[in-house]
């Protein structure tokens, strides 16, 4: 089992910044990929930024050059900074632990105001 803990979600006026933490316990020798995703009412939980276990990288084509995503192995914490933040960014955001099972964090709320 992984358990995952987000912390850091918030009100933040357009162009601003914030920073989500996630830090992994349990069983974090099974992870592979670690990632956030983001979900609105009604619409599917959509992937923002993703690490693999060797660093590599991805991100949505809507936050590339805004947020960066990093993975703090010394302490089995997954960072995304985000930048430039729109109004178009407002969700909850989700951490993913993805290993031998799929793992969720409890979500954190992001509101960027106009």
């Known amino acids: 089992q992984v358990q995952l803990v987000e912390s850091g979600g918030g009100l933040v006026q357009a162009g601003g910044s914030l920073r989500l933490s996630c830090a992994a316990s349990g069983n974090i020798f099974s992870i592979n990929f670690m990632g956030w995703y983001r979900q609105t009412p009604g619409k599917q939980r959509e992937l923002v930024a993703g690490?693999?276990?060797?660093?590599?990288?991805n991100y949505a084509d809507s936050v590339k050059g805004r947020f960066t995503i990093s993975r703090d192995n010394a302490k089995n914490t997954v960072y995304l900074q985000m930048n430039s933040l729109k109004p178009a960014d407002t969700a909850v955001y989700y951490c993913?632990?993805?290993?031998?099972?799929?793992?969720w964090g409890q979500g954190t709320q992001v509101t960027v105001s106009s």
């Open positions: 690490v693999g276990s060797g660093g590599s990288t």
């Open positions: 993913n632990a993805d290993g031998t099972n799929d793992y």
